[in-house]
């Protein structure tokens, strides 16, 4: 079965259109259902049986210069994964990867759109198969690993591929050029105008959310006529090599070189996104992880465009509130959600230390701290309920930070170890939340430091303003993913907007119903502001595809 | 007399418009015309005068941090200007512009174009003016200075405005999001987006173009909310000194901080550009000049996004043509335009050493050096012609590398010296045309090399197949703004334009007419690829403009 050009427009066009509007009026839209129920009632056992499959069993792609093969994935609830994956030669990888990109080139913009999102189809009617990939290799719990991992991730990588389209063809393809001369004949000359991808790009993966973080490079690339080289994080490289799987498959089903799209895993230790990062046939790279490789790859991998995304100190204003329990409820889900492993959880919480106040009558510093801690521990109350937000802590690095929590200052709420019955092995743990005053200078180089985790930080500071300088600052030197406020005054409203405004971060403003801080939705929230220090580039604007590809006009005398 | 929002619309609007339908269908547009008597009757003696009387006085801008004043403009025609410039303390300089930064946040994307508008319009009105500025710093002749330095360079600086427009607009102000949740009501968010620029953007102006390639950074970035900070070359100040004044004007009258745009000029051997380029408050670097500092900037200044044109090597490939006098002629011509002083102009004529096929019958290697050598000197012929053409050598570097290309091969045309009777100090000289063995390995450390100004190499190649891997080569490993080409062939027009879209190159195929490889035209033409090493951006397109405004968003629960 061919993908030839009228198939794929008739299945996609439509779609790519209404992205296309979407992302124009930022209004909701998605075409990937959130509810595992909608993908047919044989969809759960059937992607759970082929997760089974998979396990224990060697992943081969059919890839150039496969000279090995190796995988060390051991799921966050226990059990080793067992699957190997083919380890590549980039000497001779890349050059197959390259012998492909002239006729990915001649495709066009909308070709390679929607290549793009025939990819993105056959991967989201998978979402089962995603979803415990996703959740074996993260620890994210089985639903958030269904909606994060999978329709979520593929509206990110459908965005990715509408922008990449709208830049692309805002040049014409053509164009007829006459200068007037007065009496003389006119300059007449014919132009042509052809988007060219730069080369290979590099997309690294990470632990936490492969397929979410990892899609909208990969896209963007992928739209706009690069070859994509996918080097994901060995503890999660299983959602990816599913990914550049299906890639592979409709690239070749539509005429294409499969190799635009290959894996890259690393044996223990190898360090390979390294290695690959500085060589020359890389152009473009996508990161997400610690700040410290990120600032090693903006510095070093000169020859190559960098996206990151690195580490951020992610705070809350906490001023006043018309829904004190609301404002509770909402923040305890926030720190709960993927046991605070998301690069978006609030780990300060600024709080007066003379209180604030609410529709519940004044509430003085410990209140709030106190009347958080009870909100999370009733939330997190009972188990089941626990493990289907916590999920698995990703890491011994987690927990260990887990574990020096309380050593950091006044313990207002102390985690808990949740047994989860069907993965005896896994690691859940309740988040912990530490007093911190904010005036003492000791206690700043704790709270002004990320702590990745479930660990959050009730920072006492001297009044709202001093908060509103103290987010000015983090978001100025450590940088933030997120920043949320709960005010009742227009005026502090005001002083934290400018503060977002000026240093540049996304704010989401008295936050009290079902739409967390930590969440934001495709085709309308910017995920990352890449204006300040935790991301380079934001989830998705026109600067992050406008660069992946250049320009080359051909001029010719008419 | 106010410049209201309502005056500015009916004023400019429209042009913004036209300006917008321009860059989408690249047909031929300017607002600004470019011939001088379309400036009114008495437009060149009151332009004349305007220079004059600027001449040996102190040129006060009322900038905060003024320390002192400097200035040692030397004509390349000969006269000093005597001009004495604002030295700035950016201590003082930078928190001042940094005050009227939310303020022109806040007016948003349409009123930061119009009032871009209004400045290039009174920038337009005195072109006149502006002419003699140009000629006298950059040594152009008067009509040259006259197009290129004024109605050529408003239409790059409108041709930004209107792309930056354009990128601040694709995402609307405010977006009502709601998403199903099944049977309970829907989850919904009031959201607001604002484009909020980086902060300060640093214009480092170069000697020979200080408009042209100075407007698009300024504009760009001015129109995408930032502060501008403009540091002419030493040289060349004038031209943006004049710019600085009439866009302080402008601000203020339009209800803004004037100190949104600043001059920066240095004394002798101070060096500024390094020491402001590092600053924090510097968030965006626009740069013409030298490989060796460009490269330094993007190294270095880190907290920056850094546009850099850096030199390169431009080559045409000379295989056939069915129109050998016009090929001839244009080239000529190419070669002679501001005596090679133009970062467009070609280097390398890459000719086959068996000759080439034309209209004319075979011409050997040496028929094609000698019969271009006796166009340019046909060309060059008239004293008066040639001034006309050539303008002046803008410094003593460029002497002193034509002086050497002699020792450098085979001349094939000598330069010769010429006076112009206005102005009898100027260093007006012929280009020089030398001819090398492409074969060789002490000629390949010459001719891959920029010789910046009046000289060109005839590098006579194998064969075309040669001459199309060596162009790809150029481009990789040295960078080019232009690659021409002369072909009857389609095999060998295909293999041309394949290089240059693998290798990201602007291309320019068999142009024998009025339309000359050193000349683009804004709103049609791009400038340089920002895909090869002599670019890393091209003027001017969505990349160029999408990075210097980070959209804040701002979401509140409906």
Redesign the interface.
């Known amino acids: 079965m061919q993908l030839t050009e009228t198939r794929l427009i008739e299945r996609h066009r439509p779609t790519l259109d209404q992205a296309l509007e979407a992302?124009?009026?930022?209004?909701?839209w998605s075409p990937h259902p959130e509810h595992p129920k909608a993908y047919g009632e044989s969809a759960p056992a059937e992607g759970l049986a082929a997760f089974e499959a998979l396990r224990g069993t060697r992943f081969d792609l059919d890839q150039p210069g496969t000279d090995g093969w190796t995988g060390q994935e051991v799921s966050p609830y226990g059990p080793e994964l067992g699957i190997e994956y083919p380890h590549a030669d980039p000497d001779v990888l890349l050059p197959a990867m390259r012998a492909g990109?002239?006729a990915w080139?001649e495709a066009g913009p909308e070709r390679r759109a929607l290549v793009c999102l025939e990819i993105l189809s056959r991967i989201s009617a998978r979402t089962h198969e995603f979803a415990h990939a996703v959740m074996h290799t993260s620890g994210q719990a089985f639903m958030m690993a269904f909606q994060a991992g999978g329709p979520h991730a593929q509206d990110r990588g459908l965005e990715a591929v509408a922008y990449a389209f709208?830049?692309q063809t805002?040049?014409?393809s053509t164009?007829?050029?006459?200068?007037?001369?007065g009496k003389r004949p006119p300059?007449e000359?014919r132009?042509s105008?052809?988007t060219?991808g730069?080369g290979i790009a590099l997309m690294i993966g990470c632990n936490t959310f492969p397929t979410w973080n990892g899609y909208p490079g990969l896209f963007a690339s992928l739209a706009t006529g690069n070859a994509v080289l996918v080097k994901p994080h060995p503890r999660a490289v299983l959602p990816l090599a599913l990914t550049v799987r299906v890639a592979r498959e409709v690239l070749a089903e539509a005429g294409f070189a499969p190799d635009l799209v290959a894996l890259a895993v690393e044996r223990p230790g190898e360090g390979i996104a390294k290695t690959l990062a500085v060589r020359p046939e890389i152009r473009i790279i996508d990161y997400t992880g610690s700040t410290a490789f990120g600032d090693w790859l903006?510095?070093n991998a000169?020859q190559a465009q960098v996206y990151t995304e690195k580490a951020g100190v992610n705070t809350v204003v906490v001023d006043s509130t018309d829904d004190y329990q609301g404002m509770l409820s909402n923040l305890a889900f926030s720190l709960s959600l993927y046991s605070g492993q998301m690069c978006t959880t609030p780990q300060n919480l600024l709080i007066p230390r003379d209180g604030i106040a609410t529709d519940a009558g004044h509430k003085s510093y410990d209140d709030v701290v106190g009347d958080l801690a009870a909100s999370v521990g009733g939330l997190l109350g009972d188990d089941a309920r626990a493990n289907a937000l916590l999920g698995a802590l990703v890491n011994p690095e987690v927990k260990s930070r887990l574990d020096g929590a309380a050593g950091l200052g006044e313990v207002a709420l102390p985690t808990r170890k949740i047994t989860n019955p069907d993965f005896p092995d896994a690691v859940v743990r309740t988040p912990v939340i530490v007093k911190l005053d904010g005036a003492k200078p000791e206690a700043e180089s704790v709270y002004l430091s990320e702590c990745f985790g479930p660990v959050s930080f009730a920072v006492a500071v001297d009044s709202t303003a001093a908060a509103v300088e103290l987010l000015r600052r983090t978001i100025r030197d450590q940088g933030v993913m997120t920043v949320g406020a709960y005010t009742t005054s227009p005026e502090t409203e005001r002083a934290v907007?400018?503060v977002?405004?000026?240093e540049?971060?996304?704010?989401?403003?008295?936050?009290?119903?079902?739409?967390y801080v930590n969440q934001t939705?495709a085709f309308?929230?910017?995920h990352g502001?890449?204006?300040n220090p935790a991301a380079n580039a934001?989830l998705c604007?026109?600067?992050f595809v406008?660069?992946r590809f250049?320009?080359?006009?051909?001029?010719?005398?008419a």
Chains 1, 2 share one sequence.
């Open positions: 992302i124009r009026s930022r209004a909701y990109l002239a080139r709208a830049e805002r040049v014409p164009a007829d050029w006459s200068k007037p001369q300059l000359l132009k105008f052809t060219a730069r903006e510095t000169r907007e400018d977002c405004l000026e540049s971060a996304q704010l989401s403003l008295n936050l009290t119903g079902g739409v939705a309308s929230d910017f502001s890449g204006g934001a604007d026109a600067a406008a660069n250049r320009v080359v006009e051909v001029r010719r005398q």
